[in-house]
């Protein structure tokens, strides 16, 4: 991109003949100072001013740790449980959520039923082996020996719809096997399909690509540390709490259960919390929501995502498609900043209870809290007309004749078209079982589908139609509206990928007029 904008710039206006003298010169002589500066604060602080040898790396000699001491941090939480007394209603929505179950022992009451009677399936050219024994939940996998190895399930991650095992390894290492189980059906498979991988790569799940405590640790628990040792190429991972707790969301709050027990009926102003921007609160939950390397390994809530984060976007790779839709495994959190939505000011809390994580509303009628002609920002829409399709609730004019919401029973409908979710949240399944809802809010364009293969939810439902289809209808039913901004952004990141020189001007018209800050 930067690239782009010294070329706009040459072509604007010539360099002059002693421009890049005195580029040159302002450079090097900052090149100076900042030596200088470097010196200076060396001898300052009686360390080394350069980078030392130490084995085979340089390295500068830190002034103090990067991280607070584990312990004084870890000391400053309470645990989930200490919320209850006071937040009983609260609890109770998170002690049965995906959030609570996010990690824990094996427990016989629930996990027994999967390993017990035993059983065998096979998965590319091998065979995985599941049974109980002696109270035990045992897996015999191919092992870092080539051959069928026996481990002891320790712990569990995730709830439904598919459940992992975590095993312990020598270094303080814990792995997750490619064994899976589906809780709904009990029925076991490889996450990874018929892949085959194999003791040595990556990614089988004896690899670094399957480690705990580099790979899930950090968004199945509460305030992890890593605690990776270089030297020996162990672990010492520790956390505050098992699972995501409370205090994941919240914070630390040992010191606001110190100080309620103290002054809580006093009537006095709590000092010990903080309020946060709604923004932050779409951060802390893009922590685990997204796809995004670690740079700092201590984010809390309260902090900005983008001073720990490194986070993946739409951009030249193939990781999204050119609209924004996800494509490989990215979660939510950068697909949902670069949706309107977010730009108007919609966060998750509108469409998420905090503390249970489901949806507010069933179906459309989550929907219809602001598409209903009441907010500035949203426009009206009306099911029938919008979706051209039959819509739960609604007769075929478009009157609302249901308003029973308990009798919503999204599993039993037989036409689905009309459904908000599945126009503007397609849904693509990761691992082998777990169907997610894109977050980017896009706009189904059969036109692009032709242009640069960008999947539509026409087609997506209609799979017996082509694209040629899906257009004729799009345009009889709305006509010069598809012919939209985001429509436009899409081809101009389609040509850029495709390495056009015609896109270079699309791109940087972009830079200057698209509202949305994300592209």
Not at 33 to 60: E, F, N, T
Not at 195 to 203: S, V
Not at 473 to 494: F, L, N
Request: charged share 25%.
């Amino acid at each position: 991109m930067s690239r782009s904008r010294q070329n706009a710039r040459r072509n604007v206006a010539p360099l002059r003949a002693g421009r890049g003298y005195l580029r040159a010169l302002g450079f090097g002589l900052a090149l100076v100072a900042i030596g200088l500066a470097v010196l200076w604060a060396g001898r300052r602080s009686g360390s080394p001013p350069w980078p030392h040898r130490d084995g085979k790396a340089w390295r500068v000699r830190p002034e103090k740790p990067f991280l607070d001491d584990e312990r004084a941090v870890f000391a400053q939480y309470g645990g989930s449980d200490s919320c209850r007394e006071c937040h009983q209603d609260q609890y109770d929505l998170w002690k049965n959520s995906h959030h609570r179950l996010a990690e824990r022992p094996v427990q016989p009451a629930l996990d027994r039923v999967a390993f017990d009677p035993a059983r065998s399936f096979r998965h590319g050219t091998q065979t995985t082996e599941v049974r109980w024994t002696n109270g035990v939940a045992e897996v015999a996998a191919l092992g870092l020996s080539g051959k069928s190895e026996t481990h002891a399930v320790a712990r569990v991650i995730g709830h439904a719809p598919l459940r992992q095992f975590l095993v312990p390894f020598p270094g303080g290492r814990w792995q997750t096997l490619e064994a899976t189980c589906d809780p709904r059906s009990n029925e076991w498979f490889n996450v990874y399909g018929n892949e085959d991988r194999r003791p040595g790569e990556w990614g089988h799940w004896t690899g670094r690509g399957m480690n705990w405590n580099h790979m899930c640790a950090g968004c199945h628990n509460t305030r992890v540390r890593k605690d990776y040792d270089e030297a020996s190429d162990a672990y010492h991972t520790a956390m505050a709490e098992l699972t995501v707790g409370c205090e994941a969301c919240h914070g630390p709050l040992r010191a606001h259960n110190e100080w309620q027990r103290q002054f809580g009926k006093s009537g006095r102003k709590d000092p010990t919390l903080s309020k946060w921007p709604r923004a932050r609160v779409v951060d802390y939950c893009g922590f685990c929501h997204a796809r995004r390397g670690d740079l700092t390994g201590d984010f809390k809530p309260g902090d900005g995502f983008l001073d720990h984060m490194r986070l993946t976007i739409a951009d030249a790779s193939e990781t999204y498609y050119a609209d924004g839709q996800v494509r490989e495994e990215n979660y939510e959190y950068a697909a949902f900043l670069g949706s309107r939505m977010h730009y108007r000011g919609v966060y998750c809390m509108d469409c998420h209870n905090p503390h249970s994580a489901k949806t507010i509303l069933p179906g459309n009628w989550l929907c219809l809290r602001c598409h209903n002609g009441t907010y500035t920002n949203a426009p009206l829409i009306e099911p029938v007309s919008h979706s051209h399709h039959k819509v739960f609730g609604y007769d075929t004019n478009g009157v609302l004749v249901n308003t029973d919401l308990m009798a919503y029973k999204p599993r039993e409908n037989k036409e689905t078209g009309g459904e908000c979710v599945n126009c503007h949240m397609p849904q693509t399944v990761y691992m082998q079982r777990h169907w997610r809802h894109d977050h980017g809010f896009t706009i189904p364009d059969p036109l692009l589908t032709k242009q640069a293969g960008i999947p539509n939810a026409c087609n997506r439902c209609h799979q017996d139609k082509d694209a040629d289809w899906a257009l004729k209808y799009c345009e009889e039913w709305y006509g010069p509206k598809m012919d939209r901004p985001s429509r436009h952004r899409t081809q101009v990141i389609a040509a850029a990928r495709r390495g056009e020189a015609a896109a270079r001007s699309g791109l940087l018209g972009l830079l200057a007029t698209n509202e949305i800050p994300y592209w």
